[in-house]
């Protein structure tokens, strides 16, 4: 069985409020003809799932999409829809080894819209007449199909008025991780629909893009709330753009590009990922070098956490060695900068890293905070910093 480094990725995508896996039909369609693999995860109480018990809530949801995006093989990128966006946000979160992208379409924010009760009451208990459930998408949409309103309209039938009241509720309150930054360090896509009269541009660029890092934007022309459904082609054009560069980490420039990914997502698993078993470490703030694994994840991890800023400025390829020169700041805005060299082996892992710091002060600082922090938990000895603590 392949990695999650090089098995090919598959989408996953989450939809919204009342709606089914089905309505991801028309982008599905795009991404196949693409050879992209997707699933279309249905949430519980609604479609097809609509006998499910509860609760309805986003935690319980997540929890269910993280098991769907655990059973997935590979690397995967992770779509979500109105609520579907935050509930793909607490799975890539959890999930950021094998979730390496995430696109987030009219995203309602992770914090929740916190609607007021008069506001919110027509979501709790909407009327789900054909012509009510009708005219609800047509009023926040630009080119809702005709004929998939009259399907989601009949969809919305089989929805018990509780588990509707319930998922009301849940996207407006939202969940405690949309107050701070997002816990998601990855590639990040946000689209949206440029009539779409509730999720507006500037609720996206309040509270929804400023708790990535690196987040891009993107409109999506002639369309409004439902963008995947007005606008298939240019939704699905985005999912295999970022399908497409997960798949480039496994050719030839895999050994910076999961470097510089991982840096994105500053985890020990992500540096894992990146690394041979046989990994060998020197850098200027090691007094020694670095030979076993878990001793090189956990220092990268560490340093990565404490980065503020950091920019890959410049790349050289030479054979299996790649040159990359960076620029940081960190501890308070401490400015650094640095060359860090990379060797890889045959099958595209970084068996040789060599990491430059300047100015002298950049050492003095990770040895005193992150040396420290890790010789005290136990997960790198104390004889490879040059300094530590008590010295």
């Given amino acids: 069985m392949n990695s999650p480094a090089t098995q090919a990725p598959t989408a996953v995508l989450v939809h919204g409020y009342l709606d089914d896996g089905a309505i991801w039909n028309s982008v599905r369609t795009v991404l196949d003809e693409q050879s992209i693999p997707s699933i279309a995860f249905e949430l519980a109480g609604m479609g097809t799932r609509a006998s499910d018990q509860g ?39 959890r999930l950021a080894e094998q979730v390496r992208s995430l696109v987030l379409i009219n995203p309602i924010p992770l914090a929740g819209t916190h609607l007021p009760p008069e506001q919110i009451a027509p979501f709790q208990a909407p009327d789900l007449g054909l012509d009510a459930q009708r005219a609800f998408r047509g009023a926040l949409a630009t080119a809702f199909p005709a004929e998939e309103n009259d399907r989601l309209a009949q969809v919305a039938l089989h929805v018990d008025p509780s588990t509707i009241s319930d998922t009301a509720t849940a996207w407006n309150n939202g969940h405690p991780d949309g107050q701070q930054s997002s816990k998601f360090h990855g590639s990040v896509t946000v689209l949206r629909g440029e009539n779409d009269p509730f999720v507006t541009e500037e609720i996206v660029s309040a509270y929804v893009t400023p708790r990535f890092s690196g987040a891009t934007t993107q409109m999506i022309a002639g369309a409004g709330h439902w963008a995947h459904a007005e606008n298939p082609a240019a939704v699905a054009a985005v999912i295999t753009k970022g399908a497409e560069e997960i798949a480039s980490n496994a050719t030839e420039g895999r050994p910076a590009k999961a470097w510089t990914a991982a840096f994105e997502q500053r985890t020990e698993e992500s540096f894992a990922a990146a690394l041979s078993p046989n990994v060998r470490m020197e850098a200027s703030a090691l007094a020694k070098p670095l030979e076993r694994k878990e001793h090189v994840e956990a220092l990268m991890a560490a340093v990565s956490s404490v980065y503020e800023r950091l920019v890959f400025v410049r790349k050289v390829q030479d054979g299996p060695r790649t040159y990359l020169e960076w620029e940081a700041s960190a501890f308070g805005g401490f400015e650094m900068k640095g060359i860090t060299i990379l060797r890889r082996d045959d099958e595209g892992l970084i068996t040789e890293i060599a990491i430059h710091h300047r100015p002298l002060g950049t050492v003095v600082q990770i040895n005193a905070k992150v040396g420290t922090a890790l010789t005290a938990a136990g997960l790198v000895p104390a004889e490879y910093f040059s300094f530590t603590e008590g010295e």
Avoid at 62 to 77: C, Q
């Fill in 55 to 93: 609760p309805f809530t986003l935690a319980r949801w997540a929890d269910d999409l993280e098991s769907v995006v655990r059973a997935t093989a590979g690397p995967v990128v992770l779509v979500g829809h109105s609520m579907g966006s935050q509930i793909a946000e607490l799975v890539a979160a």
